[in-house]
């Protein structure tokens, strides 16, 4: 049509009566409150999933007319009531959960947790994957426990992709800017109204910052925004595109997030005694806290002690080239002029992110570096982290070294379908929210009747069938696809009769994850799902990243298995996984299946998430499945020995596969179901839940990290801090003291007992230490007892030997008594190590002399 167009919008006016919408909708507490979302779904349905359920915009876009009825209909008022007295009473309680017994952190604590992508609901995208889930959960149970939490993390234009996957099983990446005005965030004002604003310099030009927020129930997300006009073209698309962009977009979003990330804190007056960096991305932090300390008459090493002090770092990547790294000229270039503020040269910065044989700067390395505190997301992939790092403590042994563990978990409340809680309070006892981490309490999920179990899960089954349908359907209909073939496809998914065995796999398509495991040899799977007595319905989802041409492949794989005419209707694959989809998922499938190989999977937090939810877990030993299985809560997987080469790798744990699948999970759904359903499958999917929900919640998770983390941190800042860092200014001096003497540091046994005693009696040690301008004090000269052949560092047993007097020649005698408290043959060592009282960990310095 000829002439200008010219957009007005225009918003409805909403009710006094319903005021308190708004309120709702600008603050992500709804995220994990299924009431609150089912509210506005419950004023218009359509255009609540027309607006990708955000309450924000749903607000802007209802019809006025519906408004008023609702502010006149009693029975939605009553509902709106109830949400707010939850909402209400919520937010009224302040006061920290403290562990038990214990006051982990102090009134005047504040943590600071930084990550690249945050997801916490769909209607605020700027999150890709697990990553951003779980940094979600992380902030929503920082929420619950009402620690002194706030958020760093960049404001994209453009998160992930949505998704479609075209008749040949081509994905598709769709890419749309989000409108802030549609998200439940909100510009940081200062007093005099003006945005808050902070400004980074990059080589030949300062870029601005503008400072977002998003409120997550008790906790602050700070968002840091680019798109400035006080910016240039290139600069306003810094944070324009999750993980988009080259390899210099990495990096400027990177010390977007990190450096501008401590400076918005600065500008918000607020001061964090505990810094947590989740996953490298955010390791720039540590170098403008340098530079803060540096610029207040810090000594550069010094400053460092400082930083590091309470810095916790988590490190996410199972494998060494998946740590983010950047070459050397560039960090050159973007970081030269900060190095007279941090008085220091361009090689003593390059030399905090250096790995060996590596030209390139590592940020992984960088902050561990500048960090006390670090650790992997479960038992295996700390220990995996431990290897990976140990260049990094060159002379500790890896399973010794400082890395250590925090098992994920989710954050139950977002995803237990609420068709639980009614049963759980009747049989678990009203409060069972408040007793999550109570192994005793989920002992209770047996006192279920299996038949109200069984409807439960029926029911769960029959909406996640339903969105699959509709995804199913709309997916078909863009292809071009006839409604009889539309039939065969969704023979299996009867949302009315939910009875076929139904497994899910869903996921980020990464090539380690083998999504297309399943398929190595399609008669043995055709034996399994083509019998029509016992059928089996396999539903994959999921994205590969746009440059990953390999995950790619394995959509259209898995596509080309779906449209074999023997495996129609048994095997989809739903395009645009997102949020919502993944809920149904995990709460609706019967079994969760994940087979990646070992050890890749670092953590793994989907199948937590079906498992609390009665679905059972089909999973290879890796993660967190190598700690919640106990040979009655799912089927296991074993990896076979890390020598095997890939394809039979490949195909041993594919047969494995196939007869758990053949053998135990098909027959025990469909045993002994006169009653409409196999009593011992429910069985199994109740110790799933009573097993799996007590250790595997992101309540457990947090409540660990302030034990293990978050207080030490907090208490190390207090021992550092007083009298302008004397304490970090001292052990700077001494660690560069010890460094430049260890190299002569030398343990010589001199007294040693007979090599076959009785038991009983005692037994003297006596060991000379050569201390090379050290001082006794410096250094713990120890005893290593442990069985013959043992290679466990940690099954070890430890006796420090005490100082006794010079022998000359710089050496000192060390000496102890020992009574032997085991018979047979012992094995003994002799170390030595530096010491020093303000030490985070006793080995941080990766010092060590055997004798």
Same mark, same amino acid.
């Given at each position: 049509?000829?002439?200008?167009?010219?957009?007005?919008?225009?918003?409805?006016?909403?009710?006094?009566?319903?005021?308190?919408?708004?309120?709702?909708?600008?603050?992500?507490?709804?995220?994990? *409150?299924?009431?609150?979302?089912?509210?506005?779904?419950?004023?218009?349905?359509?255009?609540?999933?027309?607006?990708?359920?955000?309450?924000?915009? #749903?607000?802007?876009?209802?019809?006025?007319?519906?408004?008023?009825?609702?502010?006149?209909?009693?029975?939605?008022?009553?509902?709106?009531?109830?949400?707010?007295?939850?909402?209400?009473? /919520?937010?009224?309680?302040?006061?920290?959960?403290?562990?038990?017994?214990?006051?982990?952190?102090?009134?005047?604590?504040?943590?600071?947790?930084?990550?690249?992508?945050?997801?916490?609901?769909?209607?605020?995208?700027?999150?890709?994957?697990?990553?951003?889930?779980?940094?979600?959960?992380?902030?929503?149970? !920082? +929420?619950?426990?009402?620690?002194?939490?706030?958020?760093?993390?960049?404001?994209? @234009?453009?998160?992930?992709?949505?998704?479609?996957?075209?008749?040949?099983?081509?994905?598709?990446?769709?890419?749309?800017?989000?409108?802030?005005?549609?998200?439940?965030?909100?510009?940081?004002?200062?007093?005099?109204?003006?945005?808050?604003?902070?400004?980074?310099?990059?080589?030949?030009?300062?870029?601005?910052?503008?400072?977002?927020?998003?409120?997550?129930?008790?906790?602050?997300?700070?968002?840091?925004?680019?798109?400035?006009?006080?910016?240039?073209?290139?600069?306003?698309?810094?944070?324009? @595109?999750?993980?988009?962009?080259?390899?210099?977009?990495?990096?400027?979003?990177?010390?977007?997030?990190?450096?501008?990330?401590?400076?918005?804190?600065?500008?918000?007056?607020?001061?964090? +005694?505990?810094?947590?960096?989740?996953?490298?991305?955010?390791? $720039?932090?540590?170098?403008?806290?340098?530079?803060?300390?540096?610029?207040?008459?810090?000594?550069?090493? %010094?400053?460092?002690?400082?930083?590091?002090?309470?810095?916790? $770092?988590?490190?996410?990547?199972?494998?060494? &080239?998946?740590?983010?790294?950047?070459?050397?000229?560039?960090?050159?270039?973007?970081?030269?002029?900060?190095?007279?503020?941090?008085?220091?040269?361009?090689?003593?910065?390059?030399?905090?992110?250096?790995?060996?044989?590596?030209?390139?700067?590592?940020?992984?390395?960088?902050?561990?570096?500048?960090?006390?505190?670090?650790?992997?997301?479960?038992?295996?992939?700390?220990?995996?982290?431990?290897?990976?790092?140990?260049?990094?403590?060159?002379?500790?042994?890896?399973?010794?070294?400082?890395?250590?563990?925090?098992?994920?978990?989710?954050?139950?409340?977002?995803?237990?379908?609420?068709?639980? +809680?009614?049963?759980?309070?009747?049989?678990?006892?009203?409060?069972?929210?408040?007793?999550?981490?109570?192994?005793?309490?989920?002992?209770?999920?047996?006192?279920?009747?299996?038949?109200? #179990?069984?409807?439960?899960?029926?029911?769960?089954?029959?909406?996640?069938?339903?969105?699959?349908? !509709?995804?199913?359907?709309?997916?078909?209909?863009?292809?071009?696809?006839?409604?009889?073939?539309?039939? @065969?496809?969704?023979?299996?998914?009867?949302?009315?009769?939910?009875?076929?065995?139904?497994?899910?796999?869903?996921?980020? #398509?990464?090539?380690?994850?083998?999504?297309?495991?399943?398929?190595?040899?399609?008669?043995?799977?055709?034996?399994?799902?083509?019998?029509?007595?016992?059928?089996?319905?396999?539903? $994959?989802?999921?994205? !590969?990243?746009?440059?990953?041409?390999?995950?790619?492949?394995?959509?259209?794989?898995?596509?080309?298995?779906?449209?074999?005419?023997?495996?129609?209707?048994?095997?989809?694959?739903?395009?645009?996984?997102?949020?919502?989809?993944?809920?149904?998922?995990?709460?609706?499938?019967?079994?969760?299946?994940?087979?990646?190989? $070992?050890?890749?999977? %670092?953590?793994?937090?989907?199948?937590?998430?079906?498992?609390?939810?009665?679905?059972?877990?089909?999973?290879?030993?890796?993660?967190?499945?190598?700690? &919640?299985?106990?040979?009655?809560?799912?089927?296991?997987?074993?990896?076979?020995?890390? !020598?095997?080469?890939?394809?039979?790798?490949?195909?041993?744990?594919?047969?494995?596969?196939?007869?758990?699948?053949?053998?135990?999970?098909?027959?025990?759904?469909?045993?002994?179901?006169?009653?409409?359903?196999?009593?011992?499958?429910?069985?199994?999917?109740?110790?799933?839940?009573?097993?799996?929900?007590?250790?595997?919640?992101?309540?457990?998770?947090?409540?660990? /990290?302030?034990?293990? /983390?978050?207080?030490?941190?907090?208490?190390?800042?207090?021992?550092?801090?007083?009298?302008?860092?004397?304490?970090?200014?001292?052990? &700077?001096?001494?660690?560069?003291?010890?460094?430049?003497?260890?190299?002569?540091?030398?343990?010589?046994?001199?007294?040693?007992?007979?090599?076959?005693?009785? /038991?009983?009696?005692?037994?003297?040690?006596?060991?000379?230490?050569?201390?090379?301008?050290?001082?006794?004090?410096?250094?713990?000269?120890?005893?290593?007892? +442990?069985?013959?052949?043992?290679?466990?560092?940690?099954?070890?047993?430890?006796?420090?030997?005490?100082?006794?007097?010079?022998?000359?020649? *710089?050496?000192?005698?060390?000496?102890?008594?020992?009574?032997? *408290?085991?018979?047979?043959?012992?094995?003994?060592?002799?170390?030595?190590?530096?010491?020093?009282?303000?030490?985070?960990?006793?080995?941080?310095?990766?010092?060590?002399?055997?004798?």
């Amino acid at each position: 049509m000829p002439g200008t167009r010219y957009l007005l919008e225009v918003n409805p006016d909403i009710p006094p009566r319903l005021a308190r919408l708004e309120e709702l909708a600008n603050n992500l507490w709804y995220s994990w *409150d299924r009431p609150s979302r089912a509210l506005f779904a419950r004023l218009h349905p359509a255009l609540w999933r027309a607006v990708h359920h955000s309450p924000k915009a #749903f607000l802007k876009r209802i019809d006025q007319k519906r408004l008023k009825e609702a502010s006149e209909d009693p029975i939605f008022l009553g509902t709106l009531n109830k949400v707010m007295s939850a909402y209400d009473t /919520y937010h009224q309680m302040h006061d920290q959960i403290t562990l038990p017994g214990k006051q982990p952190l102090v009134h005047t604590d504040q943590i600071a947790y930084f990550c690249a992508e945050f997801g916490f609901h769909e209607s605020l995208p700027i999150y890709s994957g697990g990553l951003g889930i779980l940094a979600g959960d992380h902030c929503k149970a !920082a +929420s619950d426990l009402r620690l002194p939490f706030v958020a760093v993390g960049l404001l994209y @234009r453009q998160g992930y992709f949505t998704q479609t996957i075209d008749r040949d099983g081509n994905q598709t990446a769709h890419y749309g800017d989000n409108d802030f005005d549609d998200m439940p965030i909100s510009p940081v004002l200062r007093e005099d109204g003006q945005d808050v604003r902070v400004s980074l310099r990059m080589p030949g030009r300062d870029v601005w910052i503008k400072v977002w927020k998003a409120q997550v129930g008790h906790a602050t997300l700070y968002l840091l925004d680019t798109n400035l006009t006080e910016n240039n073209e290139h600069d306003r698309h810094i944070v324009h @595109r999750l993980y988009g962009g080259d390899l210099s977009v990495r990096i400027e979003q990177e010390i977007v997030l990190g450096m501008g990330g401590v400076r918005a804190l600065a500008a918000l007056g607020i001061k964090p +005694s505990v810094w947590h960096i989740n996953e490298g991305h955010a390791a $720039f932090m540590i170098l403008e806290r340098i530079r803060e300390r540096v610029k207040s008459g810090m000594e550069f090493r %010094a400053a460092i002690e400082v930083v590091a002090c309470n810095t916790v $770092f988590t490190t996410h990547t199972p494998v060494p &080239a998946g740590h983010d790294h950047f070459p050397a000229d560039m960090v050159h270039r973007y970081f030269e002029g900060a190095c007279a503020d941090m008085a220091c040269d361009i090689d003593n910065l390059l030399s905090l992110g250096r790995t060996d044989g590596q030209p390139d700067f590592n940020m992984t390395a960088l902050a561990i570096r500048g960090s006390r505190f670090t650790n992997g997301v479960s038992r295996i992939h700390g220990e995996v982290s431990s290897r990976i790092c140990a260049e990094l403590w060159p002379q500790i042994e890896p399973e010794e070294n400082p890395m250590g563990y925090v098992t994920n978990g989710v954050h139950v409340s977002t995803f237990l379908a609420t068709d639980w +809680s009614e049963t759980f309070d009747r049989h678990l006892g009203l409060g069972w929210m408040h007793r999550l981490t109570d192994h005793g309490c989920w002992q209770g999920i047996h006192r279920i009747p299996d038949q109200v #179990f069984w409807s439960i899960r029926q029911s769960l089954k029959a909406q996640m069938l339903h969105l699959v349908r !509709a995804r199913v359907r709309e997916q078909h209909t863009r292809n071009h696809g006839s409604e009889a073939h539309l039939d @065969r496809l969704l023979h299996f998914t009867d949302p009315s009769s939910p009875t076929v065995l139904t497994i899910g796999f869903a996921r980020r #398509f990464a090539t380690y994850k083998r999504a297309a495991l399943l398929f190595r040899n399609l008669d043995w799977l055709r034996q399994i799902l083509c019998n029509n007595e016992r059928p089996v319905l396999f539903i $994959f989802a999921g994205k !590969a990243h746009p440059a990953d041409d390999p995950g790619q492949a394995l959509i259209r794989e898995i596509s080309a298995v779906a449209d074999r005419p023997e495996f129609e209707g048994r095997i989809l694959m739903v395009e645009g996984y997102d949020l919502h989809l993944s809920r149904r998922l995990v709460s609706g499938v019967d079994v969760w299946l994940n087979n990646p190989i $070992f050890p890749l999977e %670092a953590s793994g937090t989907s199948g937590m998430k079906a498992a609390i939810n009665g679905a059972i877990n089909l999973s290879v030993l890796d993660g967190w499945w190598g700690e &919640a299985y106990d040979g009655s809560n799912g089927w296991a997987i074993k990896p076979v020995a890390d !020598a095997t080469l890939p394809e039979q790798r490949d195909a041993e744990e594919a047969r494995t596969l196939y007869e758990l699948l053949q053998d135990a999970v098909v027959p025990l759904y469909y045993r002994n179901t006169s009653l409409g359903y196999s009593p011992d499958w429910v069985a199994m999917a109740k110790r799933s839940i009573a097993t799996i929900m007590p250790r595997f919640n992101m309540e457990r998770m947090l409540r660990e /990290y302030v034990e293990k /983390y978050y207080a030490p941190a907090s208490e190390q800042w207090r021992k550092f801090s007083p009298n302008d860092f004397a304490g970090a200014r001292a052990l &700077a001096t001494w660690k560069a003291r010890v460094r430049a003497a260890w190299g002569g540091v030398a343990p010589r046994l001199v007294n040693a007992p007979v090599p076959r005693t009785r /038991y009983g009696e005692k037994l003297r040690f006596e060991v000379a230490l050569r201390l090379n301008g050290l001082a006794p004090e410096d250094v713990t000269v120890e005893l290593v007892f +442990s069985r013959p052949n043992e290679t466990n560092l940690i099954r070890a047993k430890r006796f420090p030997l005490h100082p006794q007097n010079p022998l000359g020649k *710089d050496e000192y005698l060390f000496a102890r008594d020992l009574t032997p *408290d085991q018979c047979g043959k012992i094995e003994y060592r002799v170390r030595a190590f530096p010491t020093h009282s303000l030490l985070t960990h006793p080995f941080e310095m990766g010092m060590m002399a055997w004798l």
